[in-house]
């Protein structure tokens, strides 16, 4: 059964960062294009970074030049790490291949970002 065991979430002030670790369990990531994702209350989940096997990136807008996304396939994990937080960022995120095959999505990590 596939899981993603994540960490790194929590509180931070404004400008501050964090970095969110993804670990897939009975996955290999290597045959995936990987992301990240949030979900804020009221709100649709959204994409916020990917990763391909070959290693580029995309990036929504909101975050772009903040967020770097990466990817170690040997350890099966997958990382975000989040600079210059802003309280738009708080959320729930998640990660998830990006190719829509119907992993589950667990609880995520909550990341809030308030002073």
């Known amino acids: 059964q596939v899981q993603f065991e994540l960490s790194g979430g929590g509180l931070v002030q404004p400008g501050g960062s964090l970095r969110l670790s993804c670990k897939a369990i009975?996955?290999?990531?290597?045959?995936?294009?990987m992301g990240w994702y949030r979900q804020s209350p009221g709100k649709q989940r959204e994409l916020v970074a990917s990763?391909?096997?070959?290693?580029?990136?995309y990036y929504a807008d909101s975050v772009k030049g903040r967020f770097t996304i990466s990817r170690d396939d040997a350890k099966n994990t997958v990382n975000v790490q989040m600079n210059r937080l802003k309280p738009e960022d708080t959320a729930v995120y998640y990660c998830n291949p990006t190719d829509g095959a119907g992993f589950p999505w667990g609880q995520g990590t909550r990341v809030t970002v308030s002073s």
């Open positions: 990763i391909t096997g070959s290693r580029n990136t």
């Open positions: 009975g996955l290999a990531t290597s045959l995936h294009t």
